[in-house]
């Protein structure tokens, strides 16, 4: 037994002379990551709130002011000041509940006095308030998490709404009225108001001596339409409003970023249910650059003629020479054959004039031409063109092809009809009319075959073809 327990003894030892310097080893080994682990858990859990100045966190500094010492800040600064503004809102209105809680002990309503300090408290949380959306708004604007800025806003709308249904009408009405009389409220709104209108009627003063100055700029443009001109003259009149209004609005701390987003999002919207309009507004611009017209011309399109007195960016309208007024839908104009009859400085009046066939050509020749050159208003250069133009059923036909002015066409047309007739006429030259002359040829008239026809002598009698009498064989035609 003794020489068994040495040997488990020798044994032992030995294992632990081996093992020993392996572990220590793996000690050694396994030191240095716990010691680098350490300083990195100590680096992920002590991060020290930054430091913001004090004037962040006092409700009496003025609300302009305070937004101001934001916009320095960085995304980190307003998350922990927004969490620093929910802890003091939070502290104000349990103040305010304490209060209210307080009023109500004895199960009656809060006295006047008792109902003042309510309403102090709660006009002092809305100041509060104020200040915390601020830092939530800047929070979001520096890129910070929509969904964690959602979660203040939502906390500070269910403390309003769950504080006015709970609150009695007393303190509700108290509230209404230092609303109503406060610079920050009634007031102010009533005077952002006022500024507006007031900046409104202002603007359209500066727009309209803006748009005189455009137009006369515009004018002084070559190859200009007085169409284009007109619709960038209307262009600039309203971004003249457009952009004031934004300069008015900002100015009174309005944000106007989200009317941007809406105007985005109703957009399509509009463009959907306005694909007509939209049809007739980009024929309108096409009507403008490509210039096809241009105001005071006469034109030919879309089913109707007329002189173009206005082209906006949806119609175009059109005065008749008989003084009505048509306006058509510029999709219906761009899209249908447009003839300009005043686009070019002359034009060709078409005449035709015919004359007997026994009339003398070369007598009417002349008398054409003594016509036409005798008009003040036709033209020499380009000559005038009169020859037969053809032989029909009726008359020998001249066309007679004078040029003259745009505006003269109309007084050459009519002056020549009249003194081509009266020339004529001092001539002896017939304008015939259309004749014709009817032969009616009549066929031999055939035998009728005859047919005995009882009398009262008991003699036959048949018809005569020639004179039809009724004649009696062996009588003369009498009858008793």
């Known amino acids: 037994m003794i020489c068994l327990r040495d040997l488990l003894s020798s044994f032992l030892l030995s294992l632990a002379l081996v093992v020993a310097p392996v572990l220590a080893v793996a000690q050694d080994s396994a030191a240095p990551a716990e010691q680098t682990a350490a300083p990195e858990e100590a680096a992920t859990t002590e991060q020290p709130a930054p430091e913001l100045p004090a004037e962040l966190t006092d409700v009496t500094v003025p609300l302009e002011d305070f937004k101001l010492r934001l916009l320095p800040l960085t995304l980190d600064e307003l998350t922990t000041l927004a969490e620093i503004w929910q802890g003091i809102v939070q502290d104000q209105t349990q103040a305010g509940v304490d209060k209210t809680i307080e009023a109500r002990a004895d199960g009656s309503s809060p006295t006047e006095e008792e109902t003042n300090e309510i309403v102090a408290l709660t006009e002092a949380r809305g100041e509060g308030f104020a200040r915390f959306s601020a830092v939530v708004d800047n929070f979001t604007k520096k890129g910070g998490d929509e969904a964690v800025a959602a979660t203040f806003h939502a906390y500070m709308n269910a403390i309003s709404v769950d504080e006015k249904q709970q609150a009695d009408f007393r303190t509700l009405l108290q509230m209404a009225m230092n609303w109503t009389i406060s610079t920050d409220g009634g007031l102010g709104i009533a005077k952002n108001v006022i500024v507006i209108i007031f900046a409104f009627f202002v603007l359209i003063v500066v727009a309209r001596i803006v748009r005189g100055y455009a137009r006369r700029l515009f004018a002084r ?174 008359s020998v036909n001249f066309i007679v092809r004078p040029w003259t002015l745009s505006e003269d066409y109309w007084a050459v047309l009519w002056d020549l009809n009249r003194s081509v007739k009266e020339a004529f006429d001092a001539h002896g030259i017939s304008i015939p009319f259309p004749q014709a002359d009817m032969h009616i040829k009549v066929a031999q008239a055939l035998p009728i075959p005859t047919q005995a026809v009882p009398s009262e002598t008991g003699t036959t009698a048949s018809p005569d073809i020639a004179s039809g009498d009724s004649v009696e064989n062996g009588g003369d035609g009498d009858r008793d």
């Open 221 to 394: 443009v070559p190859d200009l339409s007085k169409l284009l001109q007109a619709f960038l003259t209307l262009v600039v009149y309203w971004l003249t409003i457009a952009i004031g209004l934004m300069v008015v609005l900002s100015a009174l701390g309005v944000d106007i970023t989200p009317l941007f987003a809406v105007v985005g999002g109703a957009s399509f919207i509009i463009a959907f249910a306005m694909q007509d309009t939209l049809g007739n507004l980009a024929a309108g611009l096409m009507i403008m650059f490509n210039r096809p017209f241009d105001e005071g011309d006469y034109i030919t399109a879309g089913g109707t003629s007329g002189t173009v007195s206005a082209v906006s960016v949806v119609s175009t309208k059109v005065k008749t020479p008989d003084n009505q007024v048509i306006i058509i839908p510029n999709s219906k104009v761009w899209g249908d054959v447009i003839t300009n009859t005043t686009a070019s400085e002359i034009r060709r009046v078409d005449l035709v004039f015919g004359i007997g066939y026994d009339d003398s050509i070369e007598e009417a020749q002349r008398v054409l031409e003594e016509v036409v050159a005798a008009h003040e208003k036709v033209l020499s250069d380009p000559a005038p063109v009169i020859r037969v133009g053809a032989l029909a059923d009726s």
